[in-house]
């Protein structure tokens, strides 16, 4: 398996923002992926779907990157279930449901990423999640031993799932029903109308930046929006005017802009809600004591 040397992340980032992985493969199959294991012995890595969860400084990685293609790419619908590999994209799994006629994949739609991002962070909205559609899912350990886990095992909750971190999502299969095929395609249609109507698909972004507080408190949007900091500029990113918990690039964004804009944040939000929040979104690549101001450690 080759390694490929000093690759540029940002151009495989959503946010097109992030310095160079010093080392980066892309493992085909499960055999491949065991041989990087081999060759890695106990070292950290990473794994990246599209980074559509992710902001990466741009001092980039000095962790070994690991990003799943060719045969974790498949996707088959078969008598009451769709199984994907971890490289399936969410919409394209989304669109299996839909032309399958089967229930409950709508809040997939115009997610970015895929189906291995989307177990770690159990990706979903108003209450409907990934993880609550899965019957197992395949994961590698470092060891290179391939373990299948169920719901009750991996206990997933609001964006996270208690599954070790170094485990690499391989494959999952998704239990389906049958349903009416033209309320099907309408709530999927709905669903994707309303939220391409409502956040922001024009810049890139990583979607949510802040996790919601709970209840009484509002949802992240209010308070960020609350706080005056809706349309907030630094350097190349911006806090969107149409969705004030997406940070936007604008075109030249450094992911020190994007740090910059949520540090300020989450300062005023302290002082005007009592609370500090918490990212939704991940960050490669920073020193200790910024991820400490950001609230990501
Ligand atoms: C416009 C927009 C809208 C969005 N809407 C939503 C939404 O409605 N709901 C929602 O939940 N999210 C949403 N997101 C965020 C994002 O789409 C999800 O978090 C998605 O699951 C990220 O998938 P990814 O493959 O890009 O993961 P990445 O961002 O690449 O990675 C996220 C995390 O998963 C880990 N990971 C990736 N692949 C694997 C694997 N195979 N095995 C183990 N770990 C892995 C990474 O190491 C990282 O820690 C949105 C983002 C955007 C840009």
Do not use: C
């Not at 395609?185 to 507080?213: C, I, M």
């Not at 992240?220 to 900091?229: H, K, L, R």
């Not at 806090?239 to 936007?248: S, T």
Request: proline content about 5%; glycine content about 10%.
């Amino acid at each position: 398996m080759r390694w490929e040397h000093d690759v540029r992340l940002a151009t495989l980032a959503r946010y097109r923002i992030g310095g160079p992985a010093d080392r980066l493969a892309r493992p085909q199959n499960l055999d491949e992926l065991r041989d990087l294991f081999g060759d890695l012995g106990e070292a950290p890595y990473e794994v990246l779907g599209t980074g559509a969860n992710i902001l990466i400084s741009e001092a980039g990685l000095r962790a070994p990157v690991l990003v799943l293609g060719g045969e974790f790419g498949g996707l088959e619908v078969e008598d009451g279930a769709i199984r994907a590999g971890a490289a399936t994209k969410l919409p394209a799994l989304a669109g299996a449901a839909r032309k399958s006629a089967r229930v409950g994949f709508h809040f997939l739609e115009a997610v970015p990423g895929t189906v291995g991002g989307g177990l770690r962070m159990n990706a979903g909205a108003r209450n409907e999640w990934l993880w609550d559609r899965v019957e197992w899912v395949d994961a590698v350990t470092p060891s290179g031993e391939l373990v299948r886990l169920t719901p009750e095992e991996a206990q997933p909750s609001y964006r996270r799932v208690s599954v070790p971190e170094n485990w690499v999502f391989v494959a999952a299969r998704f239990e389906t029903k049958e349903g009416d095929p033209g309320a099907i395609r309408e709530a999927h249609f709905n669903f994707r109308e309303r939220k391409v109507n409502d956040q922001v698909y024009d810049l890139p972004s990583v979607g949510s930046t802040w996790k919601n507080p709970e209840s009484p408190h509002p949802s992240a949007w209010q308070i960020v929006d609350e706080v005056g900091m809706r349309g907030a500029r630094s350097g190349g990113a911006q806090i969107a005017e149409r969705h004030a918990n997406f940070i936007v690039n604008l075109g030249d964004a450094m992911a020190e802009d994007v740090l910059d804009l949520m540090i300020e944040t989450r300062k005023r939000a302290h002082v005007h809600f009592g609370l500090w929040l918490e990212p939704e979104i991940r960050f490669w690549g920073f020193e200790a004591d910024r991820l400490a101001e950001v609230g990501a450690v």
